[in-house]
């Protein structure tokens, strides 16, 4: 299930080491377009997170909270 969407990479793979360490697998994904134009805003959105179904819900509350 995807969680949420990056337009950079690093700000992903912060997320995915966060719902790592609390004991959720997640993966992030990189379309095409943001390894063809890395320029800022080309390919928003085409870099997700996503983890497992049953976790879905878990990993989302964990993201907004930790903001709080």
């Given at each position: 299930?995807?969680?949420?969407?990056?337009?950079?990479?690093?700000e992903a793979y912060i997320?995915?080491?966060?719902?790592?360490?609390?004991?959720?697998?997640?993966?992030?994904?990189?379309?095409?377009?943001?390894?063809?134009?890395?320029?800022?805003?080309?390919?928003?959105?085409?870099?997700?997170?996503?983890?497992?179904?049953?976790?879905?819900?878990?990993?989302s509350r964990l993201l907004?909270?930790?903001?709080?």
């Amino acid at each position: 299930t995807v969680i949420n969407e990056y337009s950079t990479l690093p700000e992903a793979y912060i997320d995915k080491g966060f719902l790592e360490s609390h004991g959720i697998d997640a993966v992030v994904e990189q379309g095409a377009l943001s390894e063809l134009f890395p320029a800022p805003g080309a390919g928003q959105g085409s870099i997700t997170l996503c983890v497992p179904d049953d976790r879905a819900a878990e990993a989302s509350r964990l993201l907004s909270g930790r903001g709080a």
